[in-house]
């Protein structure tokens, strides 16, 4: 059992380049969801999904997008990367939306955009 | 909408000193409670939760009261070792959002032998 796993680790980009980040999870959690950390700001939430084809726009979404597809999978996409996506990308994920459940994370994704 | 307050750190502290790391927050509804940990290079790992007002949550020697008439959470532990340097994130799910997460700033703790 792996958790939440993200790859890749570390990435570097050019403004203007696209990348996918991949997060999947093998719990068969029904809840997904993207954060960005940055310094002094604690996380905030980019996208998230309560289950296979529904996605919803969290707190942050622009320049993101995400699909669906499948129960195990969320990846997260940057269009068009500017340097204030340099920040640290996690994915979490959880087996209910009622509030109370624990949310699981990957180990991050840091995202550097020059 | 709904927000976390926690208190600034970093917070520096030596081996077997007590720790509280102050937690506020607002919320429209009837949150729950939470206290995520984040080691080194590590994604974020739950400590604790409390779901409802007067819960206590604990684990690994942490403790924190839902207190609904201060709306706060904050975090304790009696005496702290090396080992719990880390980043501490106080948040709330609001019922009414389903699982989203609102956290709060982090607290850095280190503690020196």
Sequence with gaps: NAGVTQTPKFQVLKTGQSMTLQCAQDMNHEYMSWYRQDP?????????????????????????????????DFPLRLLSAAPSQTSVYFCASSSGTGGRETQYFGPGTRLLVL | GDSVTQMEGPVTLSEEAFLTINCTYTATGYPSLFWYVQYPGEGLQLLLKATKADDKGSNKGFEATYRKETTSFHLEKGSVQVSDSAVYFCALSDRGSGSRLTFGEGTQLTVNP
């Design chain 1, 40 to 72: 002094g700001m604690g996380l905030r939430l980019i996208h998230y999904s309560v289950g296979a084809g529904i996605t919803d726009q969290g707190e942050v979404p622009n320049g993101y997008n995400v699909s669906r597809s499948t129960t195990e």
